[in-house]
């Protein structure tokens, strides 16, 4: 836009840009989860499938996880593994929750392809 010394529009021009076209992928998740009774062992195993989209990529992650519960069940330790079919996640979880109506969860999560993703993580909210 050029203005006159008035502050009058002298000239201007438009342009306008279309947005690139996107589509979004198609994702497939599958889970089966079980427990061991007498043990108690909780074990979880999810296969997220994504295909298609836009920029065409298609993969797959793949979620492993245990829960064991100690002392009457108050407390559950947690394992976990998360990877991916183009190998590049490899993630693994560990932690703990307490469990007496609040609930109380200590993680941490180590990135083996990427250190600046470790963290730790305390979460406290209300279990019903």
Do not use: C, W
């Not at 009058?8 to 306008?16: D, E, G, P, Y």
């Not at 100690?70 to 407390?75: F, K, T």
């Not at 609930?103 to 993703?117: E, F, I, R, W, Y």
């Amino acid at each position: 836009t050029t203005y006159n010394a008035d502050g009058s529009i002298a000239s201007q021009t438009n342009t306008i840009t279309a947005a690139a076209d996107y589509t979004t992928p198609t994702t497939t998740v599958i889970g089966v989860a079980t427990a061991i009774p007498v043990v108690g062992l909780k074990a979880a195993i999810d296969l997220d499938s994504v295909s298609g989209g836009t920029p065409g990529v298609s993969y797959s992650v793949t979620h492993y996880g245990v829960e064991y519960p100690i002392v009457g069940g108050l407390i559950a330790l947690r394992a976990g593994k998360v990877t991916d079919s183009t190998n590049t996640i490899d993630q693994t979880t560990i932690g703990a929750g307490i469990n007496i109506g609040l609930g109380l969860n200590v993680a941490m999560m180590t990135d083996a392809k990427n250190s600046k993703n470790n963290s730790a993580l305390v979460d406290f909210g209300f279990a019903f």
